[in-house]
């Protein structure tokens, strides 16, 4: 593989996303401490995987190294400022509404809803596929504001993720013909179990080796088989 594919592919697989994890936390149940590490670590990294696919694959359109790192930095810069301007606004008109009791209980999920849309839009005009990471960072911001109560935003969100990551993930396997997947299909085998086995154990061993005195604390094995544990509701 040409190298600078080979950075674009990295930096796609860059993404978790609750999408994948969600799944998996439900059928391991793991304590509410690895669940919860594991949940904000498929939020955070989403739309920063999103970002780094969209500032390589600039960094390869402009080509030289230079021009690419001035442009990539741009890009990033102009990213974290839109989303941190754009959270305060709406974030803080949201909770003005919400602790003033402005929005029927009903219609909590549908106002979050459109202002996530409106967010989103309103970012990528203003500097292109940035809306996720600015629709991230106004969820950050709302979760952790204290004493406001989302009990029917979330489970308005429970109902639309099961809808839409459904709906999803037929499309996008109904995009593949059966003659493009047997055409790959030994390179990504390959591929595949490149990542699985080598790649990601790699990866969590790096990621976790500022760690290790407090995993010793609470193995591995107590942390995925703690008896009654279960997920936060």
Known sequence: MEWRLALLVGAILVVTGPTVINPILRQLRPTRRVSNMLRWEGIVVDPIGAILAVLVYQAVLVGGPDGAIATALEALGKS????????????????????????????????????????????????????????????????????????????????????????????????????????IAPQAAIFVAALILIVRPVSVFSGSWARVRPVKSESCWRAWHHEGSSLPQ
């Open 80 to 183: 974290v400022g839109i989303a941190a301007v754009l959270t305060l606004v709406l974030g803080a008109g949201l909770e003005f509404l919400m602790r003033r009791h402005l929005i029927p209980d009903f219609l909590e999920g549908v106002v979050f809803l459109a202002t996530a849309i409106g967010a989103l839009e309103i970012s990528n005009v203003l500097q292109p596929e940035s809306g996720l990471l600015t629709v991230t960072v106004l969820g950050i911001y709302l979760g952790n504001r204290p004493g406001l109560h989302l009990e029917h935003v979330q489970e308005f969100k429970e109902h639309l993720q099961v809808l839409f990551v459904g709906a999803l993930f037929v499309m996008l396997a109904g995009r593949v013909t059966p003659d493009a997947l047997i055409s």
